[in-house]
């Protein structure tokens, strides 16, 4: 079982900058992959990025790449998301989630709260 906590939300103007965390419960949090995802209102939930079990490997959506960047430290349990260049479409509460696989179908089995990210043009 993880439980997985987010914070680092909150209002940013048009090309901040907005760095989110989430900090995993439990020992084997190196065991697991990590993803971000988010859901804007009136959407469905979209892939943002992932980041394998020691952090060598990362992917990211074609919106995000060159901007955002997924980093972990195992040490800490906690997986984070710098978030630079914003766009006000990039306005959506950000989920993280924790799957025992790598890759692009991967299925996520533990899902934290959210953050709310709002972005103002």
């Known amino acids: 079982q993880v439980q997985l906590v987010e914070s680092g939300g909150g209002l940013v103007q048009a090309g901040g900058s907005l760095r989110l965390s989430c900090a995993a419960s439990?020992?084997?949090?190196?065991?697991?992959?990590m993803g971000w995802f988010r859901q804007a209102p009136g959407k469905e939930r979209e892939f943002v990025a992932a980041i394998s079990w020691s952090g060598g490997s990362t992917y990211y959506a074609d919106s995000v790449k060159g901007r955002f960047t997924i980093s972990r430290d195992n040490a800490k349990n906690t997986v984070y998301l710098q978030m630079n260049s914003l766009k006000p479409e990039d306005t959506a509460v950000y989920y993280c989630a924790a799957s025992s696989r790598y890759g692009p179908t991967s299925e996520y089995d533990y899902w934290g709260q959210g953050t709310q990210v709002t972005v103002s043009s």
């Open positions: 439990g020992r084997t949090f190196s065991s697991y992959a």
